[in-house]
């Protein structure tokens, strides 16, 4: 049974540019939220999708948006990319009365 | 979001018991104690979570004070595989989302 699968692994984007990470949830999850996590810090929520709407959004600003699609899946897209946006990003599902996350291995953006 | 205190650092011996404390001074009636762990380039990974009772898995057990105000995660013989941040959440709903502090760094010696 496939746990939570993310793409790309690794990404290398540009001061000022947009990025789109993907994220496909564990088998019969339908709850997926992301995180960010900086070197060194405990991952910080940015928002959670359920029924494909946001449900729950962290400290966030509007540049990080995300989307989830009708077989659960998700995007967490990011515009106008800082240096400050280097960090992993992790995509975590459960089901909506669940009580564990489950989560994926992350992608690593490097803004250069 | 009621707030946890765990330690920095703690090192334990190789099948020998680990105790990790997390102090939730403000934790409220209706808050779950959640314990995960990340291991190195990995995402977090759910170990254990309670209410009110110990609770024991196959992973580890969940000793919580009887005022609920800290939490202690037991190992009872840590392994190699042990080693990695040990984070405590209090998480009010069974849906929402994880706060995660520092953690604690897990070192286990041969």
């Known amino acids: 049974d496939a746990g939570v699968t993310q793409s790309p692994t690794h990404l290398i984007k540009t001061r000022g540019q947009q990025v789109t990470l993907r994220c496909s949830p564990k088998?019969?999850?339908?709850?997926v939220s992301w995180y960010q996590q900086a070197l060194g810090q405990g991952p910080q929520f940015i928002f959670q999708?359920?029924?494909?709407?946001?449900?729950q959004r962290g400290n966030f600003p509007d540049r990080f948006s995300g989307h989830q699609f009708p077989n659960y899946s998700s995007e967490l897209n990011v515009n106008a990319l800082l240096l400050g946006d280097s960090a992993l990003y992790l995509c975590?599902?459960?089901?909506?009365?669940?009580?564990?996350?489950?989560f994926g291995s992350g992608t690593r953006l490097t803004v250069v | 979001d009621a707030k946890t205190t765990q330690p920095n650092s703690m090192e334990s011996n190789e099948e020998e018991p680990v105790h990790l404390p997390c102090n939730h001074s403000t934790i409220s009636g209706t808050d779950y104690i959640h314990w995960y762990r990340q291991l190195p380039s990995q995402g977090p990974e759910y170990v254990i979570h309670g209410l009110t009772s110990n609770v024991n898995n196959r992973m580890a057990s969940l000793a919580i004070a009887e005022d609920r105000k800290s939490s202690t995660l037991i190992l009872h013989r840590a392994t190699l595989r042990d080693a990695a941040v040990y984070y405590c959440?209090?998480?009010?709903?069974?849906?929402?989302?994880?706060?995660f502090g520092q953690g604690t760094i897990l070192t286990v010696h041969p």
């Open positions: 999708y359920y029924e494909e709407e946001e449900r």
């Open positions: 088998s019969g999850h339908d709850t």
């Open positions: 959440i209090l998480r009010g709903t069974s849906y929402g989302k994880l706060t």
């Open positions: 975590a599902s459960s089901t909506r009365g669940g009580y564990g996350y489950t």
